[in-house]
Antibody, heavy 123, light 110 residues
Framework: QVQLQQSGPGLVKPSQTLSLTCGIS??????????WNWIRQSPSGGLEWLGR?????????DYAVSVKSRISVNPDTSKNQFSLQLNSVRPEDTAVYYC?????????????WGQGTMVTVSA | QSALTQPASVSGSPGQSITISCTGT?????????VSWYQQHPGKAPKLMLY???KRPSGLSNRFSGSKSGNTASLTISGLQADDDADYYC??????????FGGGTKLTVL
């Protein structure tokens, strides 16, 4: 079955770049029927979809308006993984970050999730 | 986009039924048949419970059902069990290849 394994630092300084990676097993980042997402959960509990990457003859990206100017989600086909980069972070970016798979089989609901990474933005 | 509106908390006794609402707009909940629901236990990742408003992924209990009227979607859990005690989130496609979540509802099984 598909599994996602997240990695990356848990502490980032304000104004720096948050970088996380999500390793995929049981599927391919280049799948023509899947999309690879990042979602975060603030300390107050709310979930926020951040962005995704997916392959349909070429690579596509979609991003939430709230972070569009600061975010990049990229595939790494050589390692079968994808990454999140969030630039110019501030304390309000402190959250648990999840990677998640969605696909056309379930109308792009988020069917598989990574274990989550708590990221704190603090000097 | 603004988050979808859910009640902060609901409660029920074992064996009872409860309903959690999720209110959006015609640009998200009311505009597409693409509401999904997630269950989250403390310290765990969310788990998909329903998609396309009312469909259950393979293997999910039929005690969980979904419906929608206008801009409000609902999750109903029948025959409440202790393990249903968790947070529940709705999510909707919001157009332009973006998704929006609700603020979450804490279900307490008394």
């Amino acid at each position: 079955q598909v599994q996602l394994q997240q990695s990356g630092p848990g502490l980032v300084k304000p104004s720096q770049t948050l970088s996380l990676t999500c390793g995929i097993s049981g599927d391919s980042v280049s799948s023509n029927s899947a999309a690879w997402n990042w979602i975060r959960q603030s300390p107050s509990g709310g979930l926020e979809w951040l962005g995704r990457t997916y392959y349909r003859s070429r690579w596509y990206n979609d991003y939430a308006v709230s972070v569009k100017s600061r975010i990049s989600v990229n595939p790494d086909t050589s390692k079968n993984q994808f990454s999140l980069q969030l630039n110019s972070v501030r304390p309000e970016d402190t959250a648990v970050y999840y990677c998640a798979r969605s696909g056309d089989r379930l109308s792009y609901a988020f069917e598989i999730w990574g274990q989550g990474t708590m990221v704190t933005v603090s000097a | 986009q603004s988050a979808l509106t859910q009640p902060a908390s609901v409660s029920g006794s074992p064996g009872q039924s409860i309903t959690i609402s999720c209110t959006g707009t015609s640009s998200d909940v009311g505009g597409y048949t693409l509401v999904s629901w997630y269950q989250q236990h403390p310290g765990k990742a969310p788990k998909l419970m329903l998609y396309e408003d009312n469909k259950r992924p393979s293997g999910l209990s039929n005690r969980f059902s979904g419906s929608k009227s206008g801009n409000t979607a609902s999750l109903t859990i029948s025959g409440l069990q202790a393990d249903d005690d968790a947070d529940y989130y709705c999510c909707s496609y919001a157009g332009s290849s973006t998704w929006v979540f609700g603020g979450g509802t804490k279900l307490t099984v008394l």
